[in-house]
């Protein structure tokens, strides 16, 4: 998913989300509150475009006869 979606900051999310898990203490509430309503449905419609794409490009392939049971 990371090599489909370079354009998509995964070192910070990656660090946001080990903030929140492990330093819960020094999570700014206004700030998480921005990155959760500006940034997060953002991400989550770009991967569901990623998604989609890879459910159409799975559909165009051909199946190997082994899935075919031949």
């Not at 080990?18 to 509150?33: G, K, M, S, T, Y």
């Amino acid at each position: 998913v990371r090599a489909a979606m370079p354009a998509v900051p995964w070192r910070e999310w990656r660090a946001q989300r080990n903030l929140v898990a492990h330093v819960q203490h020094r999570i700014d509430p206004q700030l998480l509150w921005v990155t959760l309503d500006r940034d997060l449905p953002s991400l989550g419609r770009a991967l569901g475009r990623w998604q989609q794409r890879s459910l159409q490009q799975e559909s165009t392939r051909t199946p190997a006869p082994a899935a075919l049971g031949l």
